[in-house]
C-alpha cells in the first residue's frame, strides 16, 4: 500500500513538473509572438519611415488598445507618417472614441487608407477615418452607414434614438470640423445612415483621394502638409522604408476569446469540467481544462461591453453546480444551475447595454445559449439520475476485507496447532483456532483441511473446523468449542 501511495506521488509530481514546464514553454511562445514586429525608425541614415497599422477587425476594446498602442510607438520612434489601413464593419461608440482620440492628439502625422479593394470602413470606421489627417480609399471601397443602434442592433426606442443620434451626429460634426471635411455629407452618415463610394467619398469633401495601393498613396501624399495635434507638418514619403505592425498573436487571441458565443462557451464548459472533477477528485485533466476554460472565458467577457446582471448570473451558475457536485442526487441546485446559465447568457452582452454604431454588435446567439444551457442541464440531470442509481445498489465487498473473509471457508496451509495459516480470498493469513483457551494443548488440524473464519483482529484470523476434523481433541474440548 505505501508503494503504491509513493508510485502514485512520484507519477502525479512528474505530471505537475511536465504541466509547469509546458505552461512554461507556452507562455514565453505567447511573449515572443506578443512582441511587436516593428523597428525603430532610422534617424541616422535620414531615410523617413512610414508606420503602416494593420486594422482588419471590429472596433472594440481590443483593436482601441492596439491602436492607441501602435500610435503611441509611432511618436515615440519618431516615423515620417502613420498610415492606418482600415477595413471594418464598425463596432462599439466608447472604442470608436478612444481611438478618434488617439488620432486626434497624435504629434506624428496620420493618414487612413481603406484597403484592400472591397474593404470598407462603415459605422465606427466613418468616424475614425475622418478624423485622420489625410484620407485615401482603394477602389470599390465605401464609407458611411454610422446611426447608432441599441446593444443587440436593433432600432432604439424614439425618445433614446432622438438623444442618442443627436449626440452622435454632434461628435461627427467636431470631427469634419477639425479636419476641414465636408459637414453636412459626413453628419448625413449618422442622421440617415448615408453610405457613399470610394469616388463619391471625394467627390463630397469626404476622403482626399483614390489609391490602390500603399506606394501609390505614399506618391500622393509626398509633399502635402498633413494637420496634426497642434500644427500642420509637411510630409517627405519618396523613397520612403514602409515599417508594417498588424496586431500581435495576443491581441488576436483575447479578439477571439472576446466573441461572446466563445466566451459563454468556455464558460459553460469550463463549468463541467469543475463538477466532474469535483465529482471525481483525483482525475486532473477535468479539473485542470475546467479552470482553464474559466479563467480563458472570463477573459474574453473582460473585454467585452458586458452587462453586470449577464456576469452575476453566470458566477451564480458555477456556484449551484458546484453545490450540486457537493450535494449529488439532490438536482435543486443543478437545475438552478442551468437557469442562472440561460439568463446569464440572455443577459451578458448586447441586449441590455449601452447604444451603439452598427456593425460588430455581438450578442450571444440564442441558439447558443439554448443548446449549451440544455447540454449541462442534461448533463447534471444525468449524473444526479446515475447517483441516485449508485445508492440503490448494494455495495461491493472486496473478498479480501474483513466483511468478506468473515465466514468463508479457508484451506489450512500450515498446521493450526493452534496458530498457522490459512488461504482465503486469493490471500494468506495468519490464523488460529478460536476459544484455543479451552482445547487442549495438542489440538491441532492438519494442512489440507478446511476451517471456517469466525473472526478477524487486524490481520489475524480465528477459525473453526467445519467438519471434525481436530487432531487429539476429546469430548470435552469438543463441548468447550461449542
Known sequence: MLA????????????????????????????LFAAPATEPADAQSGQPVVRVIELDANIDIVSARYLKRAISKANDDGVELAVIELDTPGGTLDSTRDMVTAILESEVPIAVFVSPEGAQAASAGTFISAAAGFLAMAPATNIGAASPVDGSGGDLPDTLESKVTQDTAAFMRSIAEERGRNVDALEATVLQATSYSASEAVDEGIADVVVRHIDELLEEIDGRSIQTFDTSMTVSTANARIDRVGMSFIDRTISFLANPNIAFLLISLGTIGLIVELWNPGMFIPGTLGVAFLVLGWVGIGNLDFSWAGVIFLALAILLFVLESQAPGVSYFGIAGGVALVIGGVFLVGRFTDPNLPGGIQTVSYWVVGIVSGSVIAFVLWLSWQVRQAAKTPPWQSQTSSEGVLGQEALVTRELAPSGEVHVGGEFWSAELANAEFLPPDTKIARGEHVRVVRIEDVHLYVEPISDTVQGRGDDSAQANV
Do not use: H
Open 4 to 31: 503504491r501511495d509513493l508510485n502514485f506521488s512520484m507519477a502525479r509530481s512528474a505530471v505537475l513538473r511536465r504541466s509547469a514546464a509546458l505552461l512554461l514553454a507556452v507562455t514565453g511562445a505567447l511573449l
